[in-house]
């Protein structure tokens, strides 16, 4: 059974560090574009960040761009969300979820693919 699973969220203070991981439960993450995407109480899901096979394209959501960093050990079959510089507006069930559409833009905008249970981040004094 293909499903994804996240992990690493919590309570953090403004302006503290949290690092996300995806990983994958019956198949290798390698084969997909892989996206990290978020659902705030009362909002829509927004795609946050966004990252190709290869790890050789990237895209952030202006909201994040400069505070958030994703990467990938395609060796551990992991995906990486580095989250600094947090905010209380950040707080949210973060998800991940993948896709074999090459475009990373794309796989953002329209938060391709079926997300696992998802982490929560919490950000608040």
Do not use: H
Not at 74 to 97: G, W
């Amino acid at each position: 059974q293909v499903q994804f699973v996240e992990s690493g969220g919590g309570l953090v203070q403004p302006g503290g560090s949290l690092r996300l991981s995806c990983t994958a439960s019956g198949f290798t993450l390698d084969w997909y574009t892989i996206g990290w995407f978020r659902q705030a109480p009362g909002k829509e899901r927004e795609g946050v960040s966004c990252i190709s096979r290869s790890g050789g394209s990237t895209y952030y959501a202006d909201s994040v761009k400069g505070r958030f960093t994703i990467s990938r050990d395609n060796a551990k079959n992991t995906v990486y969300l580095q989250m600094d510089s947090l905010k209380p507006e950040d707080t949210a069930v973060y998800y991940c979820a993948g896709d074999p559409i090459p475009n990373v833009q794309e796989m953002c905008v329209d938060m391709r693919g079926l997300a696992g249970q998802g982490t929560r981040v919490t950000v608040s004094s």
